[in-house]
């Protein structure tokens, strides 16, 4: 069975500060997701990670994929407020139509 | 190009009575799943519709069910309603059958349920 954990759950950062989220998940997995979640709104996807030693930037955040230790991260450098939300990792495997979710990590950057 | 879409937004019930909820795909995708994110219980997969077939569901009671049309928009119905069902349902929908592949899954904006 394909379970996904993330750590950790709540991040309170500084402003200008770098942290990373990390994801790890259980078995085999073919894709690995991420995505943002604003209070009381819809997951906006943010990356799509294929295939071991994937690499992806979009502005402060950038996301990687280790397949052998099954784990991927999610880096944030420089945090700005406009970064906090919550931030979930999901896994996929062959298609099966269900995605697994992590809890989610709850980022809130302060000035 | 419309995203996916979804109705209502809000959604007031009293506990017994059904619920329905609807989903549009993005153009061309014909798989359409349901999530429910309820507080303290995270993501967690309903169904999976594609074709016009229940392919996959996740683990909730039969009173959760839907189906799907020919021009793949979906709708989950909730028997029965019992409060632990107030919770934001998510369609999503994707390009590749079963998987977001390399395009990964998009997220409608949801419809918050609340069961009183």
């Known amino acids: 069975e394909l379970k996904v954990e993330q750590n950790p759950l709540f991040l309170s950062m500084q402003e200008g500060k770098n942290y990373t989220i990390y994801c790890n998940y259980s078995t085999t997995s073919d894709r690995l997701y991420w995505y943002r979640q604003d209070p009381g709104k819809s997951l906006e996807s943010l990356f799509v990670l294929l295939s071991n030693g994937a690499v992806k930037q979009e502005g402060r955040l950038m996301a990687s994929l280790d397949t052998k230790a099954r784990l991927s991260t999610l880096h944030i450098t420089a945090a700005v407020h406009d970064l906090s939300a919550t931030y979930f990792c999901a896994a996929d495997r062959g298609s099966q139509g269900n995605l697994i979710f992590g809890k989610g990590t709850k980022l809130s950057v302060k000035p | 190009e419309a995203g996916v879409t979804q109705s209502p937004t809000h959604l007031i019930k009293t506990r017994g009575q059904q619920a329905t909820l609807r989903c549009s795909p993005i153009s061309g995708h014909t798989s359409v799943y349901w999530y429910q994110q309820a507080l303290g219980l995270g993501l967690q997969f309903l169904l999976w519709?594609?074709?016009?077939?229940?392919?996959n569901r996740g683990n909730f009671p039969p009173r959760f069910s839907g189906r799907q049309f020919p021009n793949y928009s979906s709708e989950l119905n909730v028997n029965a309603l019992e409060l632990e069902d107030s919770a934001l349902y998510l369609c999503?929908?994707?390009?590749?059958?079963?998987?977001?592949?390399?395009?990964?899954?998009?997220f409608g904006s949801g419809t918050r349920l609340t069961v009183v």
């Open positions: 999503a929908s994707s390009l590749y059958r079963g998987t977001g592949g390399g395009y990964g899954y998009t």
């Open positions: 519709y594609d074709e016009g077939e229940e392919r």
